[in-house]
């Protein structure tokens, strides 16, 4: 057991202990009785409660520390509870034989903290079970407002539908979805960020709402199918890379008012025929259109 003492000023002091309960390795947080499960060697199926007891004190656990099942090449399932709200940088990387993540509820799963690509489980597993049923078809929760950082990056999800009560999805919350064919956005979000839906291979279609401003940096970037932009008639930005290596993309309705069109925003978009460019573009960034091979007409 390792206990490391720590201080703030005068106001704080608690101490973290270093345990094994059961078959995981944590770090608890004595002076907020909460717990981290930490790094160990991992194989089989786990399944992380949502709270242990130590020494007669009960600890909720919140959080999967940064490297704490990576290079677990034999971990092939984990289970998440509700009480976990972050999951550090690198908390699954390499874990090569995982198939299956298991949660028990949606919205706290869109709610958590993830650190980096390879904090999500889903990276490499691909398969998410809810309350033991494998979700390939998702609909959101009208109770969310907020979809996190990679929260269903690496997904086998097949379709998604993303209700009104949503404002926000974060940075490549859906990237690499490469099984994923059907998409409904909220008509809520004003903007489509960073790499949201980069990677996503299978795609053939996409309905931009009119509330979105602006589409950002890779946000479809490696959409090899992607040949159909509908509506967004109120883009005035389109961000570096964001349809880059589209090359199913035939035509793209440029809006009235778009104003900006980034980096290498259509690069190796070979499919795209013809450009028809609005006056009201006033920034066309370097290599916007390269290998654009198919093009015919400006």
Known sequence: MLAIAASIGTMYAWDY????IGKLYYNLDTGHQTAEVTLGSYSGSKIIPDSVTYNSITYSVTRIGQDAFSFSTSLTSITIPNSVTSIGNWAFSNCSDLKSVRIFDIAAWCAISFEGEYSNPLSYAHKIYLNGTLVTDLIIPDSVTSIGDYAFSGSGLTS???????????????GFCSSLTSIILSNKITSIGESIFLGCSSLTAITIPNSVTSIGKG????????????????????????????????????????????????????????????????????????????????
């Open 160 to 174: 998604i539908i993303i209700p009104n009560s949503v404002t926000n999805i974060g940075a490549s919350a859906f």
């Open 17 to 20: 202990e270093h345990v094994q």
């Open 219 to 298: 946000a479809f970037a490696s959409c090899s199918k992607l040949s159909t932009v509908l509506d967004g008639n109120n883009v005035t930005s389109i961000g570096v890379s964001a349809f880059a290596f589209c090359s199913s993309l035939t035509s793209f309705a440029f809006p009235s008012g778009v104003t900006s069109i980034g980096d290498g925003a259509f690069y190796g978009c070979s499919s795209l025929h013809s450009i028809t460019l609005p006056n009201s573009v006033s920034i066309i960034g370097e290599n916007s259109f390269r290998d654009c091979s198919g093009v015919k007409t400006l």
